[in-house]
Each structure stands twice: as structure tokens, then as C-alpha cells.
């Protein structure tokens, strides 16, 4: 070990630096024994020859370490474990320089440090940067203003990272040393529900995590939490029993369970808005009064008193507002049937189906066999229709253990939250009180019903017994954010403490008008015909391309319709990981399929244009490698489109430590505009010498691929000609 580290040590005192960082005893990620690894451990016996092999595959794997800001933190972490015990918070302050005239990457830490050591920083950022090996990478440091350490990277160590990466499929990005195993739970739909626009997200958003973190090396499961268990197949149930017409479903079942979704759904919701509406219309009646009294007060006398009664009253009308929404959402259920004389008339006839349909469900649960028969026969065509979806989007699962996988394992899961004390029964419900909250998790109804926080319990208990996973994602909607917190400290208490549990959580699609997504007609839009529409207008984008062509249109009406599907699908995905998954987006064909902007018709015209240059050099990059081409960077536009280059794996390791897709396409927006500036100052195909158009097709080429690779990790495709 010792050797190794100190033949290193001279090739690349990085990585020596970087082992020093380990936390001890770690677990080598090639040897799988836990060795224990300190700085200045020196120890050469023939047991560890087993440990020295690994160690030394692992090293040479991390010879070519192509995060740049990683590779500068572990630099420097040796200088500044020498001054603290933990300097992790002084490495954050390590950053891509936010302008380029102060260099390339910029460390701030000296003006920090310089507080804790009493010392000037100045004095301390040309210290630690005087210690700090970085002449292989950079050019001398210049420490500026009160302490800022500048960072120039070496136009040589660039092009030589480049070239390797000119031969490599994964453009230099290693696998992770950690790898950790994900369980992804996304999608998971509400299935025999018409699958709407929310669904979109948590699956692109899902897949692209999935991908991502696969492609860095980590073990990643898939699974698609179908609810497939629940009411809606209650109401289907109660449907098919009163209303169904066999001919239609024997026809299109599909359309045919949808339909009896849908009028049993109208019915329960207006019963439902019946019952509810005297209470909501009560407290409002309440809050009004309240209103008046506070509009009627003399005003107080002192300013705090005033401002106390201004927020008084404004809160009162804050929540009269919103009962008030209460109210007309509820009447605009009541008046859909009411209005309605064949639908009131049914509504009459079953007047007390709310009831009816959670007696089918609760007998669905209780194995009545009529009822499970029934949903043996619906289960598979709701399935069929999901996975149309699926396969359009070119989205898979490794698993798709719906909820009514789980409905063996509640009942002991509820057993075993009593037995160790971690729930009780409070007015006949079985309750988990957690620490923190207001309300606790509930776990069986009073009835004897499970729910689904129960559901997510046992599913948690299967994960954990099958996969041992080291952390679960969840992609679902912020709305089930309070569901999420419950869940994650009851598994805590019930002996989870060792696995990450992350909502990964996403907000609303909106349409134009500021409101949730919806189609003319009410209704919230099937995924299917967004999709259709997304390929429709993205085929009007490819001919209109194509019709511009100087040299004619060159693509017949079915590569057009093959391209437009790339092209509309890639928008649609593109449009919803390109925002903070956090934010509510707004939901815009034109904008997705935009030529120019942040979307992804620009990044696979890009990549197209890219590929058209060797098109039209006829040749290839091999050809130009063949013939010893070699990276130069003489221009700025080339040098900045090589650091840009580089910077994937920054942009990765983003995605991977907070779960958000969209630092990624931020990065190849980004990467997009420097290749448009090297290609408006450098050309290419006319360049002066043969070395430099071998370099800045191999730059192309790069792009190309990077592009090509980025998008294949947010699960978007690209075409060769556009
Ligand atoms: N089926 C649920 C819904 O549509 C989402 C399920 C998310 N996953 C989970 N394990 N709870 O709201």
C-alpha cells in the first residue's frame, strides 16, 4: 500500500490526497472486506496482496478523474485537514468561477479560514495554495482581492482529457467508487383511472433519475407502485353491476371500464358534495360574521394593536375566500348531475352509492369471490392501456408490484406496529403517533380497512427483506408530501434508520391560464392524446425545416412522421425535466418544440447539425482519429467549448446528490450555446491547417456525443438528420 501510495503520490498526488479523505473503516468497493485506511498507513504483508490488486485497479480506474471540481477539492483537502479537523464546508467553497476573467474555477475558503486561524486571508489562500499540488493542472495561481484563489486550468491537461475522451463511450465519466442501491418507485398510477398530464411527470422524471444513476454506477431497481387496489375498482365494480354494457366492453373494454369510472365517480362526488356542502356553507356563514365584527371595531389605538386587527381581519377573509372555493367546486359537482335530467334520475335511483361502493371495495378486499373475479378480468386490459403508454414514452420497469401485491402483508404489518408498541388504538382506529405531528398515520380504519399508508408500510418491509437497498426513491406529486413525512419517521421507529427515504417530489402542470392542465372540453387530458398532439405539431416543425431546405426537402412523408415522434416525445419529456422539479410548469407545445431556447428540438437540431459536418467532410471521427488527429485549443470559443465539454460530470454528480434532472438539461442548454459560439468564430470544415480541422471536428464530435449522451440519460432520443 505504502508503495503504491508513494509511486502515486509523484504520477498523482490527487488521488493519494483523495484516499487520505476516507472516512475509517470503509469498505473498499473492489476488495469487499472493510479495511481499515488512515493516512500514513503503512502496511506491505502478502494478506493484503488481494487488497493491493484491487486497490491498484481502483486506482487506475480514477487516473483519468474527470470531474474537475472534484478532482481540485481532493487537491486541497490535504492542506486544509492540516488547519481543521473538518474542512468538507471550506471544500463547497470551491466553485466554477462565475466569470471567466477571474479564471476558470475560483476557491473561496481563505476569507473563512482566515477567521477561524486568526490569520490574514491573503496570507492563508497563498499558503494553502502554495502547498496545494496544482501545476499539472493549472497555470500558477493568482490570489486576488481579499483572499479569492483564481484557477486557470492548463490549456494542455484540457486537450489531453479531451483526446481521452475521444476514444471512450462514456466521454471519461467513471463509474462511482460508492456504488449504492436505489429502489425508484414512479409512475405508479391509479390504474383503470384514465392516466392524465400529473402522470407524465413522476414518470420522466422517474426514468431519468433511473438512468442516470444507473450510468453512474450505482444498482437501481424500478418499480411501478400501481394502485391497483383501490376504490376506483370499487366503482368500476359497482359499475359494471348497475350500468355495463357487455357489448362495448367485449368491443373496447378499455373505454368501456372508463366510462363506468367516470359515471360512478360523477355519482359518489355528488353525493359526497351534498353531504358536505350545509358544514363548509356554515363555516362560512361563521367566518362572515367574524368579518363584519372586525370591519365594525374602532380602530386601536396603539400601532401593534392595529396591526394585529389588520391581520385578524385579513386572515378571516383569506379563509372565507377559500371556503368560498369550497363551496362553487362543490355546487359545480352537484349542478354536473343535477343539470344533467338522465344523470339526476340515476343519481335518485342510487342515492346511497358512496356507501355501496366501499361495501364492493371492502368485499374486493375480503376475497368475495364475484368481486375478485371481476377484478381479475379488468386488471390486465387497464394494464394493456398503461403499457401503450409506456412503450411510447420508451419507459420500462424491472418490477410493477401494484398495491394489491401487498394485501397479504397488512394485517401483520398492523401486528407487528402493536406488538412493539409503535401503534395503538385511539376511538377504535389503529393509530401511530409520531413525534413532530400534529395528527398520527393511521393504519386501520375503525371498519377494519387498511389504507394507504399501510400499503406503503408493507411495501417499504418487502423492498427492505428483497433488495436491501440503501436508499428508496418516491417521484410523486408535492402533494402527497404530508403522506411521505408520516411514512418516512413511522419506518424510522418501525427499524429503517439505515435507508434513505427521499420524496422526490414534483409540482403541477399548468395550463396557459394558470390553472391545472386541462382540455377544452373539462376534462383533465389522457396521456395518450398529448402525446399525439406533441407528435403532431413536432411533425409541422420537421416539415417546415424541411420545406426550408436550400437544396429541396429531403426526407419522405415517414421519415418525417419517424423523426416527429423523436421530436415530439423528446419535447414533451425535455419540457417537464428542464424545470426544478419543485415548480409547478406550464404546459406549452409551442415553447417545448421551440427552435431555439432550452428545449429539446434545439438540442437534437444541434446534434444534428453537428452530424451533418462530417456528412459533408465525408469522413468520420474514427477516420480523423485514424489519422492521428489530436486536440489543439488555439481559440478561446475552442477552449471554452472544452471546458464546457469537460463539465458533464459535474452536471451529473448534481442530478445524483439532489435527484433534479434539471441541472442536466441547464448543462447541455449551456453546452449548446458555446458550440454555437465556437462554431460562429472557429470553422471548421475551412479551418487553416489540416491539424486544426482534424481538432475541431474531433471537438464536434464530442459535442455530438455528449449531447447524444446527456439526452439518452433524460431517456430522449436524438436523429441523425433533421
Ligand atoms: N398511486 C398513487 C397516486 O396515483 C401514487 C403512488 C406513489 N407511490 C407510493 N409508494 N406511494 O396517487
Not at 490569520?119 to 495554495?129: F, L, N, Q, Y
Not at 481521452?164 to 442501491?181: M, V, Y
Not at 369550497?326 to 343535477?338: C, G, M
Request: proline fraction near 5%; hydrophobic fraction near 40%; glycine fraction near 6%.
Amino acid at each position: 500500500m505504502y508503495g503504491v501510495c508513494m509511486t502515486l503520490q509523484a504520477a498523482h498526488p490527487g488521488i493519494v490526497s483523495w484516499l487520505c479523505e476516507f472516512p475509517t473503516p470503509r469498505k473498499f468497493p473492489f476488495s469487499h472486506r472493510t479495511l481499515p485506511v488512515r493516512p500514513g498507513d503503512v502496511t506491505l504483508e502478502p494478506s493484503v496482496f488481494h487488497f493491493s490488486l484491487s486497490l491498484t485497479a481502483f486506482l487506475v480506474l480514477n487516473l483519468r478523474p474527470m470531474n474537475i471540481l472534484a478532482l481540485l477539492k481532493s487537491r486541497f483537502a490535504p492542506a486544509l485537514k492540516s488547519r481543521v479537523t473538518d474542512p468538507a464546508s471550506l471544500l463547497e467553497m470551491i466553485r466554477v468561477a462565475q466569470d471567466a476573467k477571474f479564471g476558470d474555477y475560483q476557491a473561496n475558503f481563505a476569507m473563512s479560514l482566515g477567521k477561524t486561524l486568526g490569520k490574514s486571508p491573503r496570507d492563508v489562500a497563498t499558503e494553502i495554495a502554495g502547498e496545494t499540488q496544482l501545476d499539472d493542472l493549472c497555470l500558477p495561481f493568482d490570489v486576488a482581492g481579499p483572499g479569492f484563489i483564481n484557477l486557470k486550468l492548463r490549456d494542455d491537461w484540457l486537450a489531453a482529457q479531451l483526446q481521452a475522451a475521444t476514444t471512450d463511450d462514456r466521454l471519461g465519466i467513471e463509474k462511482t467508487t460508492k456504488p449504492r442501491t436505489f429502489v425508484i418507485d414512479y409512475s405508479s398510477p391509479n390504474v383503470a383511472k384514465p392516466m392524465h398530464v400529473g402522470h407524465i411527470r413522476s414518470t420522466v422524471i422517474g426514468d431519468a433519475l433511473y438512468r442516470t444513476l444507473q450510468f453512474l454506477g450505482h444498482k437501481t431497481i424500478s418499480d411501478n407502485h400501481l394502485g391497483d387496489w383501490g376504490t376506483q375498482f370499487g366503482m368500476i365494480i359497482y359499475g359494471w353491476k348497475h350500468f355495463a354494457d357487455a357489448a362495448a366492453f367485449t368491443a373496447r373494454p378499455v373505454p368501456e371500464l372508463s366510462r363506468l369510472y367516470r359515471l360512478v365517480s360523477k355519482l359518489v362526488e355528488y353525493r359526497e358534495s351534498l353531504a358536505a356542502l350545509p358544514t363548509v356553507q356554515q363555516k362560512l356563514t361563521q367566518r362572515q360574521a367574524e368579518i363584519k365584527t372586525l370591519q365594525s371595531q374602532p380602530a386601536a389605538a396603539d400601532k401593534a394593536a392595529a396591526k394585529k386587527a389588520a391581520q385578524q381581519l385579513a386572515q378571516a377573509q383569506n379563509q372565507a375566500k377559500s371556503l368560498q372555493e369550497e363551496i362553487d367546486s362543490l355546487q359545480t359537482k352537484i349542478a354536473a348531475v343535477e343539470g344533467d335530467p338522465q344523470l339526476a334520475k340515476t343519481a335518485a335511483a342510487h342515492s346511497d352509492i358512496d356507501q355501496r361502493v366501499l361495501a364492493e371495495t371492502a368485499k374486493l378486499h375480503a376475497g368475495d369471490a364475484e368481486n375478485l373475479k371481476l377484478w381479475h378480468d379488468f386488471l390486465p386490459h387497464c394494464r394493456d392501456e398503461i403499457q401503450r403508454v409506456y412503450k411510447r414514452l420508451n419507459v420500462t420497469f424491472d418490477h410493477e408490484l401494484g398495491e394489491s401485491f401487498y394485501h397479504d402483508r397488512l394485517a401483520p404489518v398492523v401486528e407487528d406496529f402493536v406488538a412493539r408498541g409503535l401503534a395503538k388504538d385511539s376511538q377504535g382506529a389503529m393509530c401511530v403517533f409520531l413525534p413532530g405531528f400534529e395528527a398520527p398515520m393511521i393504519i386501520r380504519k375503525k371498519d377494519g380497512a387498511f389504507l394507504y399508508s399501510t400499503t406503503d408500510l408493507a411495501t417499504i418491509q418487502y423492498r427492505r427483506e428483497t433488495w436491501q437497498p440503501d436508499a428508496i426513491l418516491y417521484v410523486v406529486d408535492h402533494r402527497q408530501s404530508d403522506h411521505f413525512e408520516k411514512l418516512f419517521a413511522a419506518a424510522k421507529l418501525w427499524g429503517c434508520e439505515n435507508i434513505q427515504l427521499a420524496h422526490v417530489k414534483f409540482g403541477t402542470v399548468l395550463g396557459e391560464d394558470g390553472r391545472p392542465y386541462k382540455t377544452r372540453s373539462g376534462d383533465t387530458v389522457g396521456l395518450e392524446g398529448l402525446l399525439d398532439e406533441a407528435v403532431s405539431k413536432a411533425n409541422e416543425v420537421v416539415k417546415s425545416i424541411d420545406d426550408a431546405n436550400p437544396t429541396g426537402p429531403q426526407f419522405s412523408a415517414e421519415q418525417r412522421q419517424n423523426i416527429a415522434e423523436t421530436v415530439g416525445i423528446g419535447a414533451l419529456k425535455y419540457a417537464d425535466l428542464s424545470q426544478n422539479r419543485e415548480s409547478d410548469y406550464t404546459f406549452s407545445y409551442e415553447k417545448m418544440l421551440a427552435m431555439n431556447g432550452n428545449t429539446a428540438t434545439y438540442m437534437q437540431y444541434s446534434y444534428a447539425r453537428v452530424r451533418s459536418i462530417f456528412r459533408k467532410a465525408e469522413t468520420t471521427p474514427a477516420a480523423v482519429l485514424a489519422a492521428g488527429g489530436k486536440i489543439v485549443l488555439s481559440h478561446p470559443a475552442e477552449r471554452a467549448l472544452g471546458i464546457q465539454l469537460l463539465r458533464l460530470a459535474e452536471a451529473l454528480a448534481t442530478v445524483e446528490a439532489e435527484f433534479r434532472p434539471h441541472y442536466l438539461t441547464t448543462y447541455l442548454f449551456d453546452l449548446a450555446k458555446s458550440y454555437s459560439t465556437f462554431f460562429e468564430n472557429c470553422p471548421v470544415l475551412k479551418a487553416e491547417t489540416t491539424e486544426l480541422k482534424n481538432s475541431r471536428l474531433l471537438l464536434c464530435d464530442l459535442t455530438a456525443r455528449t449531447i447524444s449522451l446527456g439526452l439518452s440519460l433524460l431517456g430522449i432520443g436524438v436523429v441523425e438528420q433533421m
